[in-house]
């Protein structure tokens, strides 16, 4: 392995690595690159103007102290995003499943393609794409979009796949895959099945086929039963939210960044609502809105009401300059092979529901979906809107699920099903699950979407695959 350190934090063995992949598996398979044939199978794909050849995938091995000499299993964890780092953790039970997870495995991190420490592709990486691609007689924004479309699951899988030849002696491991985790653990059984021995996924399986416009027709009714529930708890909220949208709509308010603070931008602060406790998250935000003396709610509510920590706070829960890819990549992720445009999937929706409108009241927040005004307004993603756009339009992506391998699939395939998660549906996920071979649905409604972050869902899981002797 190409280690580049090790160390100990808190209860935990830590080793950081890197190795090269293609930007761009067209034509290539990782087991006959793992053996070094690098010669590109059927049409060789148009290369990528300015962009590299290879790029880096970036890793963490971590292990019980007491375990780091002892020949375990390998879990790999698939972060979920699109657009997440993993996790980095300050001890084993700072992220729940990871406590349980050391006392039976060695445990992989991977950073997915694009994100943390594997050649990261933030604004200034698609500023730089473009000025080469220019300078190379190329259209910069269909490079930009190229690019993008090499970061999704087909992608990421072969990534994991190349990784685990080259770097773990070709052992099989099992996979632990949460939210957009659960998608790649699909796109993995689709391809490499035998490089898994079991396969957990946590709110996370995707509805097969893939269809985006489906997806939101499903979730836009949840969002709006989540902003209910959150009104139902603090009531006195409905009228303090409406207050601050008043005062929005009369314009020019700015968020620290630059970026302007319009009432669609602050129904994105429904994003939280898949997680617990997202409702008092949302409360307190409110409780300190407006520079009253006693916070109180003015009569004529302006722009010079609002207090520089609210909007600091909106900021913070409503920026992804951390992981921009999340909002760039989130409709391309139901992108599979040859597709209808998906042109703006949850904004064609949301214009359906006059309930989600920005001026009817009480206001309506929206849960996990990408509009195209972010890409003008929200500074990090400006650099990201042309080749978005272009995507838009595009009906040609990498193949992502194999339908007929998933039915004969004979890994067993555990999975949580939050039945109130509101990012991915749970009668979707069933259909899904109904027509995988060897799959366990444990369906529950004591979670929400983040529920591995807790100590129990991973280890029930665990213990259900036990049971069955599907864990060797």
Sequence with gaps: ????????????????????????????????????????????????????ESI??????????????????????????????????????????????????RVILPDQRGVGRSSRVGGRTMDVLAER????????????????????????VRDLEYLRLTQFGGRPWTTLGQSYGGFI????????????TAAFTCGGIPHVPANAAEVY??????????????????????????????????????????????????????????????????HWLFDTAFEQADGGIPSHPDPSDLTDAFLMGVLDRTNTRANPLYWTLQEFIYADGTTAPIRWAADAEKARRPAFDGDARPLL?????????????????APFGPAVHMLMEDIEFDQVYD???????????????????????AGLQLDTLSRIGNAHPWVTNGFEHDGVHGDAVFRHLYAEALAAGHLA
């Excluded at 653990?185 to 898994?196: C, D, N």
Aim: aromatic share 10%; proline share 10%.
């Design 403 to 425: 339908p007929i391998r998933l039915a004969a699939n004979e890994v067993p395939l555990h999975a949580a099903v939050y039945f109130d998660d509101m990012y991915v549906d």
């Design 1 to 52: 392995m190409a280690k580049l350190a090790s160390y100990f934090i808190p209860g935990l063995y830590v080793e950081d690595h890197s190795i090269d992949v293609p930007l761009d598996w067209r034509g290539l398979e990782p087991a006959l690159l793992a053996c070094g044939l690098t010669m590109r199978a059927g049409a060789f794909p148009d290369p990528i103007p300015g962009a590299p």
């Design 217 to 282: 027709a499903h979730t836009f009714p949840r969002m709006a039963a989540k902003t209910n529930a959150y009104y139902d708890r603090y009531p006195d909220d409905v009228a303090r939210v409406a207050a601050v949208a008043d005062a929005l709509a009369t314009g020019g308010i700015v968020l620290p960044d630059g970026g302007p603070l319009t009432v669609e931008r602050l129904q994105l602060l429904g994003s939280d609502f898949g997680m617990k406790p997202s409702f008092e998250r949302m």
């Design 56 to 105: 880096k995938l970036f890793y963490r091995v971590i292990c019980a102290p007491e375990h780091v000499n002892d020949d375990l299993p390998l879990l790999v964890f698939l972060q979920g995003g699109p657009g997440g780092a993993c996790p980095r953790p300050v001890s084993p039970t700072d992220d729940g499943w990871i406590a349980e997870a050391v006392r039976h495995y």
């Design 133 to 156: 691609a220019r300078a190379a007689g190329a259209d910069p924004v269909r490079a930009q979009a190229d690019l993008l479309k090499r970061l999704l699951a087909p992608s990421i």
């Design 365 to 381: 927040f929206t849960g996990e979906a990408c509009f195209p005004w972010m890409f003008e307004q929200m500074p990090e993603l």
């Design 185 to 196: 653990t699909l796109s993995y059984l689709s391809s490499y099945p035998s490089g898994i």
